[in-house]
Every structure is written in C-alpha cells, then in structure tokens.
C-alpha cells in the first residue's frame, strides 16, 4: 500500500516538474491559462500529500451538471469533517477586494484588471452541491487558494488562504458532521453525477458560462 502511494506521488511531481520545465523551454509559462493549469496541480500535489486517503476523498477538475447549467469546481474534499470547496487562483500583484463585493481588482505596477469574486463563485459551487447532493450549506467550507505572490491590500477574507496554508485550514476542521456510511456514499454520488473529463465537458462549461452572463 505504501508503495503504491509513494509511486503514485513520485509520479505527480515527475509530471508537475516535467511540465514546469516543457514551459519555461517553451517561453509559454507566462500565458495565463498555463499559470493557471500549474497553480491547479500544485494545490492537487499539496491535497494528495497532505490528506491521509482513509480520511478524505478528493476530486480535481469536477464538472457537474446543475438545474441552471454546468458549475467546474477546481478541487472537492469530501470528508467526515464536512465538504471543502477550493477555487485556485494563481496571481501576483496588489489585490483589492472584499468578501461581499461582486468584483475584485488585480493590480501590476499602472496595470488594472477586474475578475469576479472568487468567494461568490465558490458560493455557486456550493449550492449546486446542496441541491445535487442534499448536503447543508453549514456542512460545507468555502476555501480559496491562491498561489503566488498575490498580495491583499484591503485586507484578506476569511476563506482566503495560500497554498501553503490550505492543509491548515482543512484540518483545523476536527468534528464529525457525517458518518464514514454517508461519507462514502457522498463520494459515490459525486463519483457518479460528475461529468467525464475532457475538451467536450469544458467547451460545454465554456458556453454555459457565456450564456449565464448574457442574462
């Protein structure tokens, strides 16, 4: 067993540091949805690390089909301690925002560049959980992870933690609110609704989005 895990971690960081490498070569590193897919495996390597198997159950990239369209959810710790939703958002700079605002600002130097709340997306994200699953919203904790050298200049919000701090954070969380039963039957659910990984699942996710915020 112990193999097995330190064969599957050995080959998590070949393919993380692989990659890294392949970019950088490639002069592609700084494109955004390339930092952003690295700072997506980082927090994966960190969660698959640090979260014992016996304990959580962890899904990476969850695609799920809700009532009102499709919602992606970056990583989903489900575990008896509750659910924990993480949004990843790799950055650097000045940020400005607080938890109840609809936009946040990213600031580079004289560059400015609005980009939704993480905290409200997230919030989406759980719903969608309670209504597909019939897990309470206050069995559910909203985690968002940033990576990189972001810093909060209008001081950082409470679901707001680095990667660093991620493990922390969801083991500070110590009592039951489920049972190891409904635990596994929670994962089974997801297992189950989740939609199969791939270029399809994100183009429909890509035009649900579109469509949601034409109205």
């Known amino acids: 067993m112990r193999a097995a895990v330190t064969n599957e971690l050995t080959q998590l960081f070949t393919q993380f540091w692989w990659v890294v490498a392949l970019l950088i070569v490639l002069g592609l590193i700084r494109l955004p949805f390339v930092k952003g897919y690295l700072g997506e495996l980082l927090v994966r390597v960190v969660l698959r690390i640090g979260l014992p198997k016996s304990e959580y159950t962890v899904f990476n990239n969850l695609t799920l089909r809700a009532s009102d369209g499709t919602t ?7 575990s008896r301690f509750g659910l924990f939703v993480i949004e990843t958002k790799t950055m650097k700079g000045w940020i400005f925002g607080r938890a109840n605002e609809a936009t ?21 994200h759980m719903k969608v959980l309670e209504e597909l699953l019939g897990v309470p919203m206050s069995h559910q904790r909203s985690l968002i992870a940033f990576v990189g050298s972001a810093e909060f200049k209008t001081g950082r919000p409470a679901e707001v933690v680095s990667a660093s701090g991620l493990l922390p954070a969801i083991k500070s969380i110590q009592w039951d609110v489920f049972s190891n039963t409904e635990t596994q039957a929670i994962a089974q659910r997801v297992a189950a609704l989740r939609m199969k990984p791939g270029r399809a699942t994100n183009r429909l996710h890509v035009a649900d989005l579109e469509r949601r915020h034409r109205h």
């Open 104 to 124: 946040w600002t990213q600031q580079i130097y004289r560059s400015k560049h609005r980009f939704q709340n993480p905290i409200r997306q997230n919030h989406r």
């Open 72 to 78: 992606q959810i970056d990583h989903l710790v489900i």
